[in-house]
């Protein structure tokens, strides 16, 4: 059976889904009254707009993954959108348009999103599917399998596509004959949150977040770790209490990392050496997301916190949306933009965290990553349908 077989749904004090290791019961744990109150999500109140959200246009791309906890979504490059249905295949849309330029088919249950580079589109599966198209025709390249079920987004360029199991095995396959180069396990620890995020590539190297609260550095030649570091400490009396994870993708801004983790601890370090710049107790389960002077997280309650570049120090937070399972913020021009469980986008001041505009998908929730390019915003709800935005003053 495999290592990360059996789901148990923390209340929404953690908003978010964790695997225990082994064969074990599904089970919800709920709290007192008082408890569920304290944890509902917050209502929505009227802002007074600063800038204009537009609507560009929304297209389907087949069945999307409910409630399988993939944060399936789409990836930009050579002004296509790509993306994946849980049933459905893999859709490359015109990114001005949202037009569709191509279809994959496919009986598998595609999870995570693909990814994009060399001019090669990778998608994995919830069976461990891995699967290969050229960017310009979807025609397959090539198709393999892991051991374990693809809920990350494959990291593709350098000439690999680095396939992230959710057992905590990293899988490098050759991007363009599908060869496995090399493979990295890292332990799991009995009690994790569901699911992993994309491998960031650097120069002759991948950071990778890990579930035991680190993140490592991989050599792409041989998968040598070139160091580990943790990101949020595994401390607790109890498995629950030392959740740790580290389940968005690194950021590398220059030659800076940025990482965050489940145990609300966020970092800055030399990506070259590992050394840390800095440490704040703010940080969450999703990717940070990185401007010119700030690193903005959103924690495991749903705040939105803007830190300080330099120094990780809090400029600002948010507590409007607070436990409206926010998870990664995406920069958007002057903004930054989350989305909600309700299936909301808002986008928030960069300088000062207050509200600048807001809009709506419709009325599934938005799990996935946003990604941006070229000023706009494309993200996808949880029954497949993808929506792109642009955003003035």
């Known amino acids: ?92 849309l015109d990114l001005a348009t949202g037009r569709t330029a191509w279809t994959f088919p496919s009986k598998a249950r595609l999870s995570g999103g693909p990814g994009v580079g060399d001019g090669v589109v990778v998608v994995g599966g919830l069976d461990g ?25 494959p990291t593709v360029g350098q000439g690999l596509a680095l396939i992230r199991g959710n057992d905590g095995k990293t899988t490098a396959f050759d991007v363009h004959t599908g060869e496995v180069r090399w493979f990295v396990a890292k332990d799991m620890p009995p009690l994790t949150v569901r699911g992993n995020d994309s491998a960031t590539l650097g120069p002759g190297v991948a950071f990778v977040g890990n579930d035991d609260g680190s993140m490592s550095a991989l050599v792409l030649g041989n998968g040598q770790i070139v160091f580990d570091h943790p990101v ?5 009396r109890s498995d629950l209490e030392r959740l740790a994870d580290v389940d968005g993708s690194p950021v590398l801004d220059g030659s800076t990392l940025y990482a965050t983790s489940f145990k609300n601890s966020t970092i800055a370090m030399d990506g070259p050496s590992g050394r840390e710049l800095w440490t704040s107790e703010h940080g969450g389960i999703g990717r940070a997301a990185v401007s010119s002077n700030a690193v903005v997280v959103a924690d495991r309650q749903g705040i939105v916190w803007g830190l300080d570049k330099n120094t990780g120090s809090a400029l600002w937070k948010n507590e409007s949306l607070k436990n409206r399972k926010i998870y990664s913020p995406v920069i958007h021009g002057d903004y930054v933009a989350v989305a909600d469980f309700d299936g909301y986008i808002h986008w928030l001041k960069l300088d000062d965290g207050a509200f600048a505009a807001r809009a709506r998908v419709g009325k599934d929730a938005i799990k996935s990553n946003p990604v941006v390019s070229n000023g706009t915003l494309v993200v996808q709800d949880v029954k497949g349908r993808i929506s792109a935005f642009s955003i003035s003053p």
């Not at 025609?139 to 079920?149: D, F, G, R, T, V």
């Not at 949020?232 to 607790?236: H, K, L, N, Q, V």
Request: contains cysteine; hydrophobic residues 45%; aromatic residues 4%.
């Open 1 to 92: 059976m495999m290592k990360r077989s059996s789901v148990i749904i923390l209340s929404a004090v953690l908003a978010s889904t964790v695997v225990l290791s082994g064969c074990q019961s599904t089970k919800r744990l709920f709290g007192g009254k008082g408890e569920q109150d304290a944890n509902a999500p917050v209502a929505l109140t009227a802002i007074q707009p600063t800038a204009t959200a537009a609507r560009l246009w929304s297209a389907s791309v087949g069945k999307g993954e409910g409630n399988a906890g993939a944060l399936q979504g789409p990836s930009i490059a050579d002004n296509h959108v790509y993306a994946s249905a849980f049933t459905g295949g893999v859709r490359a």
């Open 129 to 153: 599917e891995v699967i290969a198209l050229d960017a310009a025709t979807g025609a397959l390249k090539w198709q393999s399998k892991i051991s374990n079920e693809v809920i990350a987004t």
């Open 232 to 236: 949020g400490e595994m401390s607790g």
